[in-house]
């Protein structure tokens, strides 16, 4: 199933750096700035990450907050987040599950056969658990607009 603006976002229980299990719904006290990586420690989403950390302040005044989605295990995950001080969580889902309930499950990483991973996506949930944003690239080196975002998140939809 596609998931588009004015959808409910699928729940999830993900593992987080510490193995404590997150759900979507914890996070539904502000808007919801959600973040799928391609892979922990591979470049572009380093810098994707490492943007978001640098507009944390920014973001967190507009009244949201960032969570990070990998196919990575927690203790991969834990590494990339320790190596860069992300000052947000990056949940493991380590099956794919939320990342196919998402519909951004995409196969053969860089034509590596059989290595499936998320689409680089981001989607902004609000309070309600309703998708309000969605960016989806079927090219995993492609970075999202941070500034379509901010300036998303500034309209205060």
């Given at each position: 199933?596609v998931l588009?603006v ?30 799928f990586?391609v ?22 005044n ?17 590494a ?11 949940l493991?889902d380590?099956?794919?599950?939320t ?5 951004i ?18 989607f ?13 690239s ?7 607009n ?9 309209k205060?939809?």
């Open positions: 199933m588009n004015g959808d409910s976002a699928p729940d999830f229980e993900l593992a987080d750096p510490d193995l404590k299990m997150r759900t979507l719904s914890e996070f539904l006290d502000k808007k919801l700035v959600l973040s990586i892979a922990a420690s591979s470049p572009v989403c380093e810098t994707e990450l490492c943007t978001f950390r640098d507009s944390w302040n920014e973001i967190s507009l009244g949201a907050q960032i969570v990070a989605i990998s196919n990575d295990g927690p203790f991969a995950n834990k990339f987040a320790e190596k860069n001080n992300f000052n947000f969580p990056i493991s380590y099956n794919s599950k990342i196919r309930g998402y519909d499950l995409a196969p053969d990483l860089l034509h590596l056969k059989d290595y499936n991973f998320a689409k680089r996506s981001v902004i949930i609000d309070e309600n658990g309703t998708i309000v944003y969605k960016w989806v079927e090219d995993p080196l492609k970075e999202p941070y500034q379509e975002i901010i300036d998303f998140l500034k205060g939809n």
